[in-house]
């Protein structure tokens, strides 16, 4: 068990991917990580266009990244002061194990 790395995911408006892309890009450098589109579902329609509304989703871009856990507290400080009030959701899973197969 790898009690000492985490899953970072962040749900990212896709006016803000370029920006939050480069910020990772910047903190980031060493591990890496994915992105890719995701539909968001919420009861909550605010922020959201007529059309999200009549369809119950909203596109986002999903970012995930494996972060050491001593660098966890400095990236999330990182992305609170670059992006707050932005709207991007995350959360941060302990990573039980990881590899290349």
Wanted: aromatic residues 6%.
């Amino acid at each position: 068990m790898n009690v000492n790395e985490y899953l970072v995911t962040l749900n990212v408006p896709p006016s803000l991917e370029e920006a939050v892309v480069d910020c990772l890009l910047m903190v980031e450098s060493e591990h890496g990580f994915s992105s890719f589109p995701v539909s968001s579902h919420d009861h909550r329609n605010e922020g959201l266009s007529q059309a999200e509304q009549v369809t119950g989703r909203q596109r986002k871009v999903r970012i995930q990244m494996y972060v050491p856990e001593h660098e966890l507290a400095d990236l999330l400080a990182q992305l609170r002061e670059e992006f707050s009030g932005a709207g991007i959701n995350y959360w941060v899973l302990p990573v039980i194990e990881n590899g290349v197969i």
